[in-house]
């Protein structure tokens, strides 16, 4: 049986702030909710891919918190947040003064989570569904948290960063030490200790870093 995004997400979560952009309010699901209880065979069920979309992952919380704290990156641009999720980062970006903003994530539940989330902060925020990478640049500035956690995911995003950087983007990531997070293609923003809940991390703080992506590999990664 399916179940309607809009009434199980109200159901299964509660409006949070995340730890580190206590800025920003969000439908999330806590220790107190079914959400984190179900198994996989439960959630495929009811028709719910893994909601991602339900947690505030490190490395979007530390790129949204650098977000706000440097406006200028963002102010009066066109921005795609990339596998968007909540659409934290994507509502930071509006909150610094985003011209625009394109929360972009191919799985159909976030949809729902975004507008909610986003009505919730007073922002308006483009959703799409499609699934970018390679296409060619649409945007000034790409934000990316929390992406390079699989080889093969990794591996297809990378040449699409450097097409994108090469044709002017400016690409931003956060990442919470990722195994597949190529270092050696970035310039080093910011580095921040971000609260996470240990049932999703192996630890209760995780040092997440903000990166400029670059076109050509650089020495000193």
């Not at 490395?59 to 918190?65: K, T, V």
């Not at 990156?73 to 921005?79: P, Y």
């Not at 699989?150 to 400016?170: C, I, K, M, N």
């Not at 040092?207 to 050509?216: E, L, Y």
């Amino acid at each position: 049986m399916k179940t309607e995004p809009e009434t199980f997400i109200r159901a299964n979560t509660g409006v949070m702030t995340p730890p580190h952009v206590p800025e920003i309010r969000l439908h999330l699901a806590s220790e107190a909710h079914d959400l984190w209880l179900k198994t996989e065979e439960e959630l495929e069920e009811i028709g719910l891919p893994p909601p991602f979309w339900a947690f505030a992952w490190a490395g979007g919380q530390g790129l949204a918190r650098h977000i706000l704290d440097h406006p200028g990156l963002v102010a009066g641009k066109r921005v795609v947040d990339f596998a968007s999720g909540s659409g934290l980062v994507a509502i930071a970006a509006m909150k610094a003064g985003a011209a625009s903003v394109v929360a972009a994530d191919i799985d159909p539940w976030t949809q729902t989570a975004i507008r909610l989330n986003a009505a919730l902060n007073d922002v308006a925020v483009s959703v799409s569904p499609a699934d970018m990478i390679g296409h060619a640049r649409g945007a000034d500035v790409y934000l990316a948290g929390d992406v390079f956690y699989d080889s093969a995911f990794a591996g297809r995003l990378v040449p699409w960063f450097a097409a994108l950087v090469e044709q002017g983007a400016t690409v931003l990531v956060g990442d919470p030490g990722r195994a597949y997070c190529p270092r050696e293609r970035m310039e080093m923003l910011a580095t921040y200790q971000v609260p996470v809940t240990r049932a999703l991390e192996d630890s209760e703080v995780k040092k997440t870093t903000v990166w400029r992506f670059n076109g050509p590999a650089i020495s000193g990664g």
